[in-house]
T-cell receptor, first 113, second 115 residues
Framework: DAKTTQPPSMDCAEGRAANLPCNHS???????VYWYRQIHSQGPQYIIH???NNETNEMASLIITEDRKSSTLILPHATLRDTAVYYC??????????????FGRGTQLTVWP | KAGVTQTPRYLIKTRGQQVTLSCSPI?????VSWYQQTPGQGLQFLFE???????NKGNFPGRFSGRQFSNSRSEMNVSTLELGDSALYLC??????????????FGPGTRLTVT
């Protein structure tokens, strides 16, 4: 079962920042937060991950609260091509095995012109 | 570096038949996972393979099986197809190191339609 809660949908104007929230109140201390997105009928695309500190890469920024119970994915300048379903995932920690990803329902982000 | 490839991309089968889907991971990646995606259930984990061994298995019936070869390529098989098996089947590969993080990279999927 997914261990995260996300709003089902959000809108954002092109060029503006898109801030996608995620609640993961039962996250364990050694579990990472991952974000993926899926453009219609394509395979999910890895975006970013984090453990405790805020992270930034060429695609997005990830802000994790100090208590780690929630996080926000930030797309700084959303474009029409960012329209997709965004999944926030807390990765099951199974030691040396890799475990599985629980995707949940994600947030449908629609970027409008 | 080439991404994860899946073949075939589209497939139409009849109830009762069986099907084999193929996945070639990113070069150097040793772990392969399979997921099923349907409008009703979303993305669901099927199984994960590493070093030719199944490491994890989701809650699917025994009609769903898989294997991994020594070159890390993987196949999944569905026997006695049912209408409800119509779905997008996604393969993901990762480096499979012993410590996190474990980014998974997905292929484009195989769209299976059962009639």
């Amino acid at each position: 079962d997914a261990k995260t809660t996300q709003p089902p949908s959000m809108d954002c104007a092109e060029g503006r920042a898109a801030n996608l929230p995620c609640n993961h109140s039962t996250i364990s201390g050694n579990e990472y937060v991952y974000w993926y997105r899926q453009i219609h009928s394509q395979g999910p695309q890895y975006i970013i991950h984090g453990l405790k500190n805020n992270e930034t890469n060429e695609m997005a920024s990830l802000i994790i609260t100090e208590d780690r119970k929630s996080s926000t994915l930030i797309l700084p300048h959303a474009t029409l091509r960012d329209t997709a379903v965004y999944y926030c995932i807390v990765r099951e920690n199974r030691g040396s095995t890799l475990g599985r990803l629980y995707f949940g329902r994600g947030t449908q982000l629609t970027v409008w012109p | 570096k080439a991404g994860v490839t899946q073949t075939p991309r589209y497939l139409i089968k009849t109830r009762g038949q069986q099907v084999t889907l193929s996945c070639s991971p990113i070069s150097g990646h040793r772990s392969v996972s399979w997921y099923q995606q349907t409008p009703g259930q979303g993305l669901q984990f099927l199984f994960e393979y590493f070093s030719e061994t199944q490491r994890n298995k989701g809650n699917f019936p025994g009609r769903f099986s898989g294997r991994q070869f020594s070159n890390s390529r993987s196949e999944m098989n569905v026997s006695t197809l049912e209408l409800g098996d119509s779905a997008l089947y996604l393969c993901a590969s990762s480096l499979a190191v012993s410590a996190p993080p474990y980014e998974q990279y997905f292929g484009p999927g195989t769209r299976l339609t059962v009639t």
